[in-house]
Nanobody, 114 residues
Framework: QVQLVESGGGLVQPGGSLRLSCAAS????????MAWYRQAPGKQRELVAS???????VYADSVKGRFTISRDNGKSTMWLQMNNLQYEDTAVYYC????????WGQGTQVTVSS
């Protein structure tokens, strides 16, 4: 089992940037495809981006070209660099494996507002 702690969220104006971090403990991070998810109020959780242990990445169309996912297996840490944030990016952001099969962390709130 892997424990996950997300951080780095906050309030940002449209067009701004944030960098989210995901710290993992326990066995499994280094060999797993990891992902960032988000859940906006009243909506289902959706996968935003994923990254394999070999750094192959996939992005949701809504964030492609604006978000960048990265990881450091030695540090069991993953990041999500979010640029040109838009109102519709407002959500709680979570990290997990790409199957979402580990216990979910608390998430980190991202609010885009002027």
């Amino acid at each position: 089992q892997v424990q996950l702690v997300e951080s780095g969220g906050g309030l940002v104006q449209p067009g701004g940037s944030l960098r989210l971090s995901c710290a993992a403990s326990g066995r499994g991070f280094g060999i797993s495809t990891m992902a960032w998810y988000r859940q906006a109020p009243g909506k289902q959780r959706e996968l935003v981006a994923s990254i394999t242990w070999g750094d192959n990445t996939v992005y949701a169309d809504s964030v492609k070209g604006r978000f960048t996912i990265s990881r450091d297996n030695g540090k069991s840490t993953m990041w999500l660099q979010m640029n040109n944030l838009q109102y519709e990016d407002t959500a709680v952001y979570y990290c997990n494996s790409n199957r979402g099969n580990w216990d979910w962390g608390q998430g980190t709130q991202v609010t885009v507002s002027s």
